[in-house]
């Protein structure tokens, strides 16, 4: 269903990556009259070049209410929503802060704002949690099987709860929620590229998760339609196709270190202690399990399909090709090598030993 | 024509194949003696020959062990690696399926040849090898070599190695949205609806099938209107004949149940050998469900046609076991 598009759009969280990506886009259309951007921290200084077009607010969520109200917002876009905590901004607390706290607060100002017409959520396929008892691919309609462990996951739950409840209470608002997979692309930094990006990759002994990915431009398509068109409901959001973790850490050209699941969270809460790195409970679940969504509804409805976890995945390592040790070309080359030495040897052999004739035809058998 | 004249004909060519003989008839469940003696290698230019068949060998070796290594290979949304399935996993299995338990299938041509099909049978032998040795007979058998999808219990993708394996030789969770999932996208699905208590019966009981739970694979089957393929697999029971089950060690361990056999635990690993018993598969006529949709949910229908499966299995595993007096005979 297309109707006409908002005048007055609100992004939150535009001092990230995400965020800034998709203000700024929003921006460029010249469908949309303004593009205001709400973040309580100043985004760095690589994603200002992004948000010329943008008008920003630089406030917490309890001032944002006022903010969507006083802008006659028609539509919200809620990109304020992080998948890992940040130990400069505060940590895990300041994360679950911002998620929950901050989306309760977006909803709130939403419900009181007359001239809301659509709000836009941005979720994560962790809402389908990770059990051993989960079917292989999970449809929208799939209820998690217990609550995770992982506390980005749980506040996911919270997140959709809250936009359950406001469905309920402003029925005539179109509520888009979308549920991502793992983003990828050539430029995006994440704990997850990073993670692909070491040179000696830690997996999980015994396992191997089946993965999936959708790029970032194709995100931005689907975010950036369900601005302009109206497409209430839930969504998968996702790359056709799987790629095994062992399987993705190959075809980067990286090598797989697998590591029992019990030294992989201790290593992981050693490094986040020391803030090297944050990988937490909810990738090691994701290691463990492994998460494939089914994208039918998505497609149908958006009529746009994402490119496939396995082109996104490989736009990644060309990226990336910096640090990888087994690349495709080094195999095929070792490959040659081996081939050329048996051939050699045998040559050298049947050249002392057999008869010239059969000599040369060997020869010239290799030659072709 | 013999070897020896077609390799004169074609001198130094490895990709030259002797024309396939006739399929050979299984003789009393034996692999028919070759009616011409094998030719034995003679001297200097079948060397050359020899040589550029083993180049070609290890040739694919590597170019195997490359796509390996580059993860350049296709897996599906259930973690299922055909590639590695085909060149790993099946062949070991098979020399346990022929050279051990002297497998021999009935009624493969009641397997459909394309479309959905859910084969159900009877499960035992203490661990599910019965599963795998059907696996197997699916992809040697059927003119289409098949591959069976397997339903496994939620201990297996419990377990850190098991559940990788599982997946790559295309298992998944015994549930109904995966069941009807791969039942949509045409897949032949295996399933033991027994489970546990079938696999972890006494010797005692065997060939006694067990109660057929809640019937949730005839519901899966009426929702996408596959056909129900009862299979009877004689063999099973006898390869670690249970005669005890230790239920409190069990219970120590999280396992189902805790087996005594007649060499398990006292043999140490090598009690973990099975007996080399006579196998037997029949594949049952198929029953169609496609004018059965709109029954899914009504439980009558569903327990009737699980009895139907339940008694037809029965019934086959007593003719199978007429056919074979001996359970270790030939």
């Given at each position: 269903m297309?109707?006409s598009?908002p005048?007055v759009?609100?992004?939150t969280?535009?001092?990230?990556?995400l965020?800034?990506?998709?203000?700024?886009r929003l921006?460029?259309?010249?469908?949309?009259?303004r593009?205001?951007?709400l973040?309580?921290?100043?985004?760095p200084?690589g994603l200002?070049?992004?948000l010329d077009?943008?008008e920003?607010?630089?406030?917490?969520?309890?001032?944002?209410?006022?903010?969507?109200?006083?802008?006659?917002?028609?539509?919200?876009?809620?990109m304020?929503?992080?998948?890992?905590?940040?130990?400069?901004?505060?940590?895990r607390?300041?994360?679950?802060?911002?998620?929950v706290?901050?989306?309760?607060?977006?909803l709130?100002?939403?419900?009181?704002?007359?001239?809301?017409?659509?709000?836009v959520?941005r979720?994560?396929?962790?809402?389908?949690?990770?059990?051993?008892r989960?079917?292989?691919?999970?449809?929208?309609?799939?209820?998690?099987?217990?609550?995770?462990?992982?506390?980005f996951?749980?506040?996911i739950?919270?997140?959709?709860?809250?936009?359950?409840?406001?469905?309920?209470?402003?029925?005539?608002v179109?509520?888009?929620?979308?549920r991502?997979?793992?983003?990828i692309?050539?430029?995006?930094?994440?704990?997850?590229?990073?993670?692909f990006a070491?040179?000696?990759?830690?997996?999980v002994?015994?396992r191997?998760?089946r993965?999936?990915?959708?790029?970032?431009?194709?995100a931005l398509?689907?975010?950036?339609r369900?601005?302009i068109?109206?497409?209430?409901?839930?969504?998968n959001?996702?790359?056709?196709g799987?790629?095994?973790?062992?399987?993705?850490v190959?075809?980067?050209?990286?090598?797989?270190?697998?590591?029992p699941?019990s030294?992989?969270?201790?290593?992981?809460?050693?490094?986040?202690?020391l803030?090297?790195?944050?990988?937490?409970?909810?990738?090691i679940?994701?290691?463990?399990?492994?998460?494939?969504?089914?994208?039918?509804r998505?497609?149908?409805?958006?009529?746009?399909?994402p490119r496939?976890?396995a082109?996104?995945?490989?736009?990644?390592?060309?990226?990336h090709a910096?640090?990888?040790?087994?690349?495709?070309?080094?195999?095929?080359?070792?490959?040659?090598?081996?081939?050329d030495?048996?051939r050699?040897?045998?040559?050298a052999a049947?050249?002392?030993?057999g008869?010239?004739?059969?000599?040369?035809?060997t020869?010239?058998?290799?030659?072709? | 024509?013999?070897?020896?004249?077609?390799?004169?004909m074609?001198?130094?060519?490895?990709?030259?194949?002797?024309p396939?003989p006739?399929?050979?008839?299984r003789?009393?469940?034996?692999?028919?003696?070759?009616?011409?003696?094998?030719?034995?290698?003679?001297a200097?230019?079948?060397?050359g020959d020899?040589?550029?068949?083993?180049?070609?060998?290890?040739?694919?070796?590597?170019?195997?062990?490359?796509?390996?290594?580059?993860?350049?290979y296709?897996?599906?949304?259930?973690?299922?690696?055909?590639?590695l399935?085909?060149?790993?996993?099946h062949?070991?299995l098979?020399?346990l399926?022929?050279?051990w338990?002297?497998t021999?299938?009935?009624?493969?041509?009641?397997?459909?040849?394309e479309?959905s099909?859910?084969?159900?049978?009877?499960?035992?032998?203490?661990?599910?090898?019965?599963?795998?040795m059907?696996t197997v007979?699916?992809?040697d058998k059927?003119?289409?070599?098949?591959?069976?999808?397997?339903?496994?219990?939620?201990?297996?993708?419990?377990?850190p190695?098991?559940?990788?394996?599982a997946?790559?030789?295309?298992?998944?969770?015994a549930?109904?949205?995966d069941?009807?999932?791969?039942?949509?996208?045409?897949?032949?699905?295996?399933?033991?609806?027994?489970?546990?208590?079938?696999?972890?019966?006494?010797?005692a009981?065997?060939?006694?099938?067990?109660?057929?739970?809640?019937?949730?694979?005839?519901?899966?089957?009426?929702?996408?209107?596959?056909?129900?393929?009862?299979?009877?697999i004689?063999?099973?029971e006898e390869?670690?004949?249970?005669?005890?089950?230790?239920?409190?060690l069990?219970?120590?361990?999280?396992?189902?149940y805790?087996?005594?056999t007649?060499?398990?635990?006292?043999?140490?690993?090598?009690?973990?050998?099975?007996?080399?018993?006579k196998?037997?598969?029949?594949f049952c006529p198929?029953?169609?469900?496609?004018?059965?949709?709109?029954?899914?949910?009504?439980p009558?229908?569903?327990?009737?046609?699980?009895?139907?499966?339940?008694?037809?299995?029965?019934?086959?595993?007593?003719?199978?076991?007429?056919k074979?007096?001996?359970?270790?005979?030939?």
């Amino acid at each position: 269903m297309v109707t006409s598009p908002p005048s007055v759009v609100v992004v939150t969280g535009v001092s990230r990556y995400l965020g800034a990506r998709v203000a700024a886009r929003l921006a460029a259309d010249s469908r949309i009259d303004r593009v205001v951007g709400l973040d309580p921290h100043d985004p760095p200084a690589g994603l200002l070049g992004l948000l010329d077009g943008v008008e920003r607010i630089q406030a917490d969520a309890r001032a944002a209410t006022e903010a969507i109200a006083d802008l006659g917002a028609e539509a919200v876009v809620h990109m304020a929503v992080t998948s890992v905590p940040d130990p400069q901004h505060g940590g895990r607390a300041a994360m679950k802060e911002q998620n929950v706290i901050g989306t309760m607060q977006v909803l709130a100002a939403a419900q009181g704002s007359a001239r809301l017409r659509k709000i836009v959520v941005r979720s994560s396929t962790a809402a389908y949690g990770a059990s051993f008892r989960d079917p292989a691919v999970f449809t929208e309609d799939t209820e998690p099987r217990a609550v995770p462990r992982g506390p980005f996951a749980r506040d996911i739950l919270d997140i959709e709860g809250y936009v359950r409840g406001f469905r309920r209470r402003r029925p005539e608002v179109s509520a888009t929620v979308l549920r991502f997979a793992p983003m990828i692309s050539s430029s995006a930094e994440t704990s997850l590229t990073r993670y692909f990006a070491q040179p000696l990759v830690p997996t999980v002994l015994g396992r191997d998760a089946r993965l999936q990915f959708v790029h970032v431009e194709d995100a931005l398509e689907i975010l950036h339609r369900s601005v302009i068109e109206d497409h209430p409901g839930t969504f998968n959001v996702a790359g056709d196709g799987v790629l095994m973790l062992a399987q993705a850490v190959r075809r980067a050209g990286r090598i797989a270190l697998p590591l029992p699941e019990s030294a992989l969270s201790t290593g992981a809460a050693l490094l986040r202690n020391l803030g090297v790195e944050q990988i937490g409970l909810d990738q090691i679940d994701l290691f463990v399990h492994g998460r494939v969504v089914d994208t039918t509804r998505l497609i149908r409805e958006f009529g746009f399909t994402p490119r496939t976890t396995a082109a996104a995945f490989e736009e990644f390592i060309q990226a990336h090709a910096a640090g990888s040790t087994l690349t495709a070309d080094r195999l095929a080359a070792a490959e040659r090598t081996i081939l050329d030495g048996i051939r050699r040897v045998r040559a050298a052999a049947e050249v002392s030993a057999g008869p010239p004739a059969d000599a040369q035809a060997t020869a010239g058998r290799s030659r072709t | 024509m013999s070897q020896h004249e077609y390799r004169d004909m074609l001198p130094g060519h490895a990709e030259f194949r002797l024309p396939a003989p006739a399929p050979a008839q299984r003789v009393n469940g034996r692999r028919p003696i070759p009616e011409e003696p094998v030719a034995e290698p003679s001297a200097a230019p079948a060397a050359g020959d020899t040589l550029d068949v083993w180049d070609q060998r290890v040739a694919k070796g590597l170019a195997f062990l490359r796509r390996r290594l580059a993860g350049s290979y296709e897996v599906d949304d259930f973690g299922f690696d055909p590639e590695l399935a085909d060149a790993v996993f099946h062949p070991m299995l098979k020399v346990l399926y022929r050279d051990w338990f002297r497998t021999e299938v009935f009624g493969i041509e009641n397997v459909p040849a394309e479309g959905s099909g859910l084969v159900v049978g009877n499960h035992s032998g203490t661990i599910a090898l019965d599963a795998l040795m059907l696996t197997v007979a699916l992809r040697d058998k059927h003119p289409r070599d098949r591959h069976l999808r397997l339903l496994g219990a939620d201990l297996v993708f419990r377990l850190p190695v098991m559940s990788e394996l599982a997946r790559a030789a295309g298992a998944t969770v015994a549930c109904n949205p995966d069941a009807e999932r791969l039942m949509v996208n045409g897949q032949l699905v295996g399933v033991f609806p027994e489970g546990f208590k079938g696999i972890g019966k006494r010797f005692a009981d065997r060939y006694k099938l067990q109660r057929f739970g809640r019937g949730g694979f005839v519901s899966a089957a009426l929702r996408t209107g596959t056909p129900i393929i009862p299979v009877a697999i004689v063999g099973a029971e006898e390869i670690y004949p249970i005669l005890a089950d230790l239920k409190p060690l069990a219970r120590l361990l999280g396992v189902p149940y805790f087996p005594v056999t007649p060499t398990f635990p006292w043999l140490g690993p090598l009690g973990l050998v099975p007996l080399p018993s006579k196998w037997l598969i029949q594949f049952c006529p198929p029953i169609p469900t496609a004018h059965l949709t709109e029954f899914a949910d009504d439980p009558l229908v569903v327990y009737n046609l699980a009895d139907q499966v339940r008694e037809t299995i029965q019934a086959t595993l007593h003719e199978l076991l007429e056919k074979r007096p001996d359970p270790f005979g030939p």
